[in-house]
């Protein structure tokens, strides 16, 4: 069993910068997809950004040039680095493992753009 933590989210005005993590309670090795997945009021989830082991990245198409995810393995962690950001990135961010068919989930965490 895995557990994964985020970190605080928080408030921002448009075209400024915040970074959340996500660590796991275990390490994390072999084949695996960490990243983060957020969900606006009354939207589906979406993938925003992914980390393979091998650290490929993939972006969704509304955030590339601005987030930016990197792969911690020393602390079985990941980061999203969010710049510029717009009103429309308003969301609850979830970190994610995919690790040997099973999907873990974080708790999620807050994070709002003011206009």
């Known amino acids: 069993q895995v557990q994964l933590g985020e970190s605080w989210g928080g408030l921002v005005q448009a075209g400024g910068s915040l970074r959340v993590s996500c660590a796991a309670s275990?390490?994390?090795?072999?084949?695996?997809?960490m990243g983060w997945y957020r969900q606006a009021t009354g939207k589906q989830r979406e993938l925003v950004a992914t980390?393979?082991?091998?650290?490929?990245?993939k972006y969704a198409d509304s955030v590339k040039g601005r987030f930016t995810i990197s792969r911690d393995k020393a602390k079985n962690s990941i980061n999203l680095q969010m710049n510029t950001l717009k009103p429309e990135d308003t969301a609850v961010y979830y970190c994610?493992?995919?690790?040997?068919?099973?999907?873990?989930w974080g708790q999620g965490t807050q994070v709002a753009v003011s206009s």
């Open positions: 980390a393979t082991g091998d650290l490929s990245t």
């Open positions: 275990r390490s994390i090795f072999g084949i695996h997809t």
């Open positions: 994610n493992l995919k690790w040997y068919g099973r999907y873990y």
